[in-house]
């Protein structure tokens, strides 16, 4: 949506692909595979300015956060590799020993405690959440939506 709202794009997904497109010049397709994952077709180019936009060092830690904390041996392959036009080190700084948004993406939560207590009759308990107002409306006009789960069911 960033590149949508914000660059001009205009993002078409079907069945098979997402097409982005800018100014009317498709820039770049992504293949939807069968697992619902999607893979750029080709390659891709980086832009010199995104060298000048940071003052952090242009490390393997800074492209690691750059590509959504991608693990650093794909990240390390892509350079050695030149899988990616433009990508340069800048620092030979070692990565950081701790990564906290990849520790914390990795963290899970224990369940919640069973409960002895259960609804035998369908709508004997309904539970109902309220979300809105947003800021976009949907095609109809609505700009709040809403769901029920019955207990028993």
């Given at each position: 949506l960033y590149l949508a709202r914000h660059k001009g794009f205009n993002i078409t997904i079907s069945a098979q692909s997402i097409d982005f497109q800018c100014k009317g010049i498709s820039l770049f397709t992504a293949t939807i595979h069968s697992n619902n994952s999607a893979e750029l077709d080709g390659s891709t180019?980086?832009?010199?300015?995104?060298?000048?936009?940071?003052?952090?060092?242009v490390d393997i830690s800074l492209w690691h956060h750059r590509f959504i904390h991608h693990n650093f041996a794909d990240v390390k392959s892509m350079i050695s590799k030149e899988l990616v036009t433009g990508?340069?080190?800048?620092?030979?700084?070692?990565?950081?020993?701790?990564?906290?948004?990849?520790?914390a993406g990795k963290m899970h939560s224990h369940p919640f405690p069973s409960s002895l207590n259960h609804n035998r009759s369908p709508l004997e308990l309904v539970h109902s959440d309220l979300h809105g107002l947003l800021p976009v409306a949907s095609h109809s006009g609505y700009k709040y939506?809403?769901?029920f789960i019955d207990d028993a069911t």
């Open positions: 180019l980086t832009s010199e300015a995104a060298f000048s936009v940071s003052t952090l060092p990508l340069k080190l800048e620092s030979n700084l070692p990565p950081d020993v701790i990564c906290e948004p990849c520790l939506w809403i769901t």
